[in-house]
């Protein structure tokens, strides 16, 4: 069987697998005696390991087999996990990440799959078992009796005949076991099983590697198409199988698939095909009463052994009481496609805003109603299309604890790790772009915020050191904290810094305030690191934090207090997309900013404006706000006014600082479809993108924060 076309489906399985082992050794670490966390790794390790074997990946397979004996000695008791132990199975945990990440790239598997497995069977003790041969998968699940191989001799011995076993849409009927099968089985998958027809043709090729499968109900295409028997458990399917191991290497291989929730072994005693010869090229014609030809009853063990290993006594086959079998009520949908939502999207907001021009130089009842009508359309379908796209901050954070406790060992320091909000939900591209600014920030909270064990305890904290990352909504930005409890930031010394570095000569470092010293440290080049290490040194980690969140339309602010801490955060917007935006105009020409962006609009009265070295201010309830008029950033000339008139200004915050952006008029607010820019217009700084109005003018969308 081509199991090339479940490649996707492994590797996405695998990797939620990879993600709660890493979750589950973290929780081990911190607490040895946590039995959910031990069994729960162990499980992890034990569906890695039969998924891979099925689909042949023998390098994945064989080291999640080592690294699931060594949890299982750690699950007995047997072994403490120990410094050494964890070690192991962390660096076991990355190498199987690695060689998932060559079967997704198609390439040829290293030898670093199996040295790791060498290294975790030689620290247990034992020599690297020698991986069975598999045996090529049957070409067929359910071959013409007649050609079945002939099976061992088998004592019959009275028992109970078999209980009837039926499809969900089925009446009862006395299951017909093939000729010649010595084994019946019963498997029952998860009725949460993602893709049950994957699933069952899996066990097909599973099962085949230890016996030939002879019959199936359902049959091999209803199994591929995800009809199953129904059972009161989820979705069954019986295969009769002719097999010389024992029920116990059966039972293995069951205990191996992902998704099963209960499976039944039973031993039968063959039927007369069992004694055709292999080399018969026609079934044999048998004339003759059934009785005289009838064999014994079948000996059949009854039970049902499940994951835990427990018999329990139930009737396998309910499934005339059970209801129709449960269709999952969730799919995979590829991202791509979700892109090509947002497009349509777009195009279908671009063509209400045509239509609603339209209608206001065309005033006809109708007209004006159709496009009402249209308008709610195209906001429901907008609201459904940016629910789908959510993610939940959850799948980035995830793999952040393992990275802090690396980090921590790698300086030598002690860390509390915290995370809040992970449930806060933000567009999936703004997601993605996510890991490498939070990996950057924890970096420099590890190496350059807190202090080593010895130094905390000599400025009177505590030895460990705490560093929490907290996501909440505010309006319709997400901000994401990034805290630690550390030495802070000193701006003398980020001066300092600048100097030594050639950032910055002595007089512009000196002339420099406190809060501008601070934004040194998003200059390229920059760092306080006296020498270059793996962790940090090199001056790309902030320029590269400011460069991404900048990227997705958000901006990222710095809070510090010299020997207490720093918090970074990073203000996002909850998608990029379709936002709403502010026509203003300046000059006669229009631009759009993001709402996002904006705190208030007023408008300054003549009496507000106070002037100080040379500079204006708008006195904001005892707020001082430098007055600065866009155009200037624009190289647009200033509109003449009347100094007498009150002045229409956006008040807008970077890096702490507000500032009011004086324009000519306010046109109103749109929703905009952005569209990224092209080269060369992507290299001007305060652009960010363009959209299109309802009569087809193009508007530039404008980044205050690059502007400012």
Do not use: W
Not at 506 to 513: I, K, R, T, V
Request: proline share 8%.
């Amino acid at each position: 069987m081509d199991m090339s076309k479940y490649k996707g489906m492994f590797i996405s399985e695998t990797t939620e697998h990879l993600q709660s082992m890493n979750q589950g050794l973290l929780a081990i670490e911190q607490d040895h005696k946590n039995q959910e966390a031990i069994s729960e790794v162990f499980r992890n390790a034990h569906s890695i390991k039969g998924m891979a074997a099925s689909m042949g990946y023998e390098p994945i397979r064989d080291l999640a087999h080592a690294m699931e004996d060594l949890m299982d000695d750690v699950r007995e008791g047997s072994r403490e996990p120990g410094p050494e132990a964890m070690d192991l199975l962390f660096k076991g945990l990355d190498t199987l990440e690695s060689l998932l990440k060559e079967v997704a790239e198609d390439r040829e598997a290293g030898p670093a799959g199996s040295e790791m497995s060498a290294r975790i069977r030689a620290f247990r003790g034992a020599a690297p078992a020698a991986a069975p041969p598999v045996p090529p998968p049957p070409t067929q699940a359910n071959p013409t009796p007649g050609a079945s191989q002939p099976a061992p001799a088998a004592k019959p011995a009275p028992a109970e005949p078999d209980p009837p076993a039926t499809k969900a849409a089925a009446p009862p009927a006395k299951p017909a076991h093939a000729p010649g099968a010595n084994r019946h089985l019963r498997v029952v998958f998860s009725s949460q099983t993602a893709s049950p027809g994957v699933r069952g043709m899996i066990l097909f090729r599973r099962i085949g590697e230890v016996g030939q499968v002879l019959g199936s109900r359902p049959g091999t295409d209803d199994v591929k198409s995800g009809n199953f028997l129904a059972d009161p458990h989820g979705m069954a399917v019986e295969i009769d199988l002719l097999s010389e191991v024992t029920e116990a290497e059966i039972v293995k291989v069951l205990h191996s698939m992902a998704d099963v929730v209960s499976f039944e072994v039973k031993s039968v005693t063959p039927g007369p095909a069992a004694a055709v010869p292999a080399a018969a090229s026609a079934p044999v014609a048998v004339a003759a009463p059934a009785a005289a030809v009838a064999p014994a009853e079948p000996r059949e063990i009854e039970g049902v052994v499940k994951h835990s290993g427990k018999l329990e006594q139930i009737d396998p086959f309910a499934a005339q009481a059970a209801q129709a079998q449960v269709v999952p009520q969730t799919v995979r949908v590829k991202t791509s496609a979700l892109d090509r939502f947002i497009s349509a999207l777009g195009e279908m907001i671009l063509v209400k805003s045509e239509l609603r021009e339209v209608a206001k130089r065309n005033p006809l009842p109708g007209l004006e109603r159709g496009v009402d009508r249209l308008e709610t359309l195209v906001k429901d379908f907008h609201d459904q299309v940016m629910a789908i796209r959510m993610m939940p901050l959850e799948g980035v954070v995830a793999r952040l604890p393992r990275v802090v406790r690396d980090l921590a060992k790698a300086e030598g320091k002690r860390v509390r790790f915290e995370v809040r909000g992970q449930e806060i939900e933000l567009d999936r591209a703004i997601v993605e772009e996510l890991a490498d600014p939070l990996i950057h920030l924890l970096r420099n909270c590890v190496n350059h915020g807190l202090e080593t064990p010895d130094e905390r305890v000599r400025v009177g904290k505590p030895p460990e050191g705490h560093i929490e990352i907290e996501a909440y909504r505010l309006r319709d930005l997400v901000l994401i904290e990034v805290r630690d409890d550390g030495r802070g930031m000193d701006p003398f010394l980020l001066r300092e810094a600048a100097v030594a570095k050639n950032v910055l000569s002595s007089e512009e470092a000196a002339a420099l305030s406190d809060e501008d010293a601070i934004q040194l440290i998003f200059r390229p080049g920059f760092s306080t690191a006296r020498e270059v290490g793996m962790v940090s040194g090199r001056g790309v980690g902030m320029d590269a934090v400011k460069t991404v969140v900048e990227g997705v339309g958000g901006y990222v602010t710095v809070s510090t207090r010299p020997r207490s801490g720093t918090t970074f955060t990073l203000h996002l917007p909850r998608t990029i997309a379709i936002v709403n935006v502010l026509l203003v105009k300046l000059a006669k020409e229009l631009f759009a900013i993001p709402i996002t962006k904006i705190q208030k609009t007023v408008e300054i009265l003549p009496h507000q404006v106070r002037k100080t070295q040379g500079k204006r201010f708008f006195l904001d309830r005892q707020e001082m706000i430098p007055i600065k008029p866009l155009h200037r950033f624009l190289d647009l000339p200033e509109s003449e006014r009347d100094p007498r008139a009150p002045q229409l200004a956006l008040i807008v915050s970077t890096h702490n600082r507000k500032t009011a952006l004086v324009v000519d008029d306010l046109v109103g607010q749109e929703e905009a479809f952005i569209r990224p820019l092209g080269k060369p217009l992507e290299r001007i700084s305060g652009l960010s993108g363009v959209t299109m109005l309802g009569d087809g003018r193009l508007v530039f969308v404008l980044d205050t924060m690059s502007l400012l």
